[in-house]
């Protein structure tokens, strides 16, 4: 006789799937729900603040008493300093471009939407603005606290867009911060496509839009100093494969490590081999602890070629290859590889979070 507790199982387990998903969303729109309040809060705030005839006294006046007032309704979270806070978030988003793109008539001194810069004489608006709101706010209120301290707009608005897209954790969006993601991305990019970082995000169409120059490993938990081999660089690599991923950006998954292809029965190893989805290609990388030397990129175009004829399908795009060096010459590189090259590319990496003024210094300079 055929037992059916296999199907009950997996009657169950949907059950579960589904409940879980519907407290994840739940949870997230509570998450919506409150910051679009805090940012109405803000409003009133800086509204109240304007009719006081002192601004600076009144104003601490009034977030004294609201605090005392609110925290013996609700409890926590309406500290004087979190009310300080929400008065931040409006005065720093209530001018963003994205605030203002989704109003049909923005106001002409503001450029905000017109149905943010009052209060609202009827329901239908009062619904219409907080629908405007959650499209906006998609984060949770720990990510926008530290998103509206990025001065930078564009920077701003950028990893917005990336933690939203990406679903970083506010740990990770710190990461990234600190790594200097952004101004690594757009040094090597001119004015326009700086403005589509903003604008859209991290967009990969070709292979140089993956790249990055310099990766950084400080994860790695390796001193800037030490002494280490390629091998041992390789299997910290590998033992911190998540936080990697994250490094090498959007897209990346993981084939294997020391690939081995034979040409005229001769082995050789790729260090570490990866596949792109967005870009639909191999990925290949090969790390160095020293400076860079036109024999290695020289052996890169050996495997990339090889992948090309022999591994990749017809309808995948061309092999890319990255080498990671602790040091390198741009003459040798832009000398020894081809002038048309949309393959092969060399980028340092540091084991130690990189001086952000100095990176601001190369971003200029770009």
Request: proline letters at 2%; a neutral charge.
């Given at each position: 006789?055929?037992?059916?507790?296999?199907?009950?199982?997996?009657?169950f387990?949907?059950?579960?799937?589904?409940l879980?998903?519907?407290?994840?969303?739940?949870?997230?729109?509570?998450?919506?729900?409150?910051?679009?309040?805090?940012?109405?809060?803000?409003?009133?705030?800086?509204?109240?603040?304007?009719?006081g005839?002192?601004?600076?006294?009144?104003?601490?006046?009034?977030?004294?008493?609201?605090?005392?007032?609110?925290?013996?309704?609700f409890?926590?979270?309406?500290?004087?300093?979190?009310?300080?806070?929400?008065?931040?978030?409006?005065?720093?988003?209530?001018?963003?471009?994205?605030?203002?793109?989704?109003?049909?008539k923005?106001?002409?001194?503001?450029?905000?939407?017109?149905?943010?810069?009052?209060?609202?004489?009827?329901?239908?608006?009062?619904?219409?603005?907080?629908?405007?709101?959650?499209?906006?706010?998609?984060?949770?209120?720990?990510?926008?606290?530290?998103?509206?301290?990025?001065?930078?707009?564009?920077?701003?608005?950028?990893?917005?867009?990336?933690?939203?897209?990406?679903?970083?954790?506010?740990?990770?969006?710190?990461?990234?911060?600190?790594?200097?993601?952004?101004?690594?991305?757009?040094?090597?990019?001119?004015?326009?496509?700086?403005?589509?970082?903003?604008?859209?995000?991290?967009?990969?169409?070709k292979?140089?839009?993956?790249?990055?120059?310099?990766?950084?490993?400080?994860?790695?938990?390796?001193?800037?100093?030490?002494?280490?081999?390629?091998?041992?660089?390789?299997?910290e690599?590998?033992?911190?494969?998540?936080?990697?991923?994250?490094?090498?950006?959007?897209?990346?998954?993981?084939?294997?490590?020391?690939?081995?292809?034979t040409?005229?029965?001769?082995?050789?190893?790729?260090?570490?081999?990866?596949?792109?989805?967005?870009?639909?290609?191999?990925?290949?990388?090969?790390?160095?602890?020293?400076?860079?030397?036109?024999?290695?990129?020289?052996?890169?175009?050996?495997?990339?070629?090889?992948?090309?004829?022999?591994?990749?399908?017809?309808?995948?795009?061309?092999?890319?290859?990255?080498?990671?060096?602790?040091?390198?010459?741009?003459?040798?590189?832009?000398?020894?590889?081809?002038?048309?090259?949309?393959?092969?590319?060399?980028?340092?990496?540091?084991?130690?979070?990189?001086?952000?003024?100095?990176?601001?210094?190369?971003?200029?300079?770009?």
């Amino acid at each position: 006789m055929k037992s059916d507790k296999p199907d009950k199982n997996i009657f169950f387990d949907r059950v579960v799937a589904l409940l879980e998903t519907a407290r994840s969303r739940a949870v997230q729109q509570v998450n919506i729900t409150m910051v679009t309040a805090y940012f109405e809060i803000g409003r009133m705030i800086v509204e109240e603040e304007q009719g006081g005839d002192e601004r600076a006294t009144y104003g601490k006046s009034v977030l004294r008493e609201l605090s005392k007032r609110l925290k013996k309704r609700f409890r926590r979270g309406f500290s004087v300093d979190n009310l300080e806070n929400m008065r931040m978030f409006y005065l720093t988003y209530s001018k963003s471009e994205t605030l203002s793109r989704k109003s049909e008539k923005p106001d002409s001194n503001t450029g905000i939407p017109q149905t943010m810069s009052g209060e609202f004489d009827n329901s239908s608006d009062e619904i219409q603005k907080q629908q405007t709101l959650s499209a906006v706010f998609n984060l949770s209120w720990s990510h926008y606290l530290k998103l509206m301290r990025i001065d930078d707009s564009l920077e701003r608005r950028f990893y917005e867009i990336e933690c939203a897209e990406n679903n970083w954790s506010v740990r990770e969006l710190q990461r990234q911060f600190d790594s200097g993601l952004y101004l690594r991305l757009a040094a090597s990019r001119d004015k326009t496509k700086v403005k589509e970082l903003s604008d859209k995000g991290l967009i990969i169409q070709k292979a140089q839009d993956a790249i990055k120059d310099p990766y950084i490993l400080e994860f790695l938990g390796l001193p800037e100093k030490s002494n280490y081999s390629e091998q041992e660089l390789e299997t910290e690599l590998i033992n911190k494969l998540e936080s990697f991923l994250l490094e090498l950006g959007k897209g990346f998954t993981f084939v294997g490590r020391q690939k081995r292809i034979t040409i005229d029965e001769k082995h050789f190893y790729i260090d570490l081999v990866f596949y792109n989805r967005l870009l639909q290609s191999f990925v290949l990388l090969d790390l160095k602890i020293g400076e860079l030397k036109h024999q290695d990129l020289g052996q890169m175009q050996m495997y990339v070629n090889y992948y090309d004829r022999f591994v990749k399908l017809t309808e995948e795009n061309k092999t890319v290859g990255i080498i990671l060096c602790r040091d390198k010459s741009k003459a040798v590189v832009e000398i020894t590889l081809p002038e048309d090259n949309k393959q092969i590319f060399a980028s340092k990496y540091q084991t130690a979070l990189p001086d952000k003024e100095e990176l601001k210094k190369l971003l200029q300079q770009a």
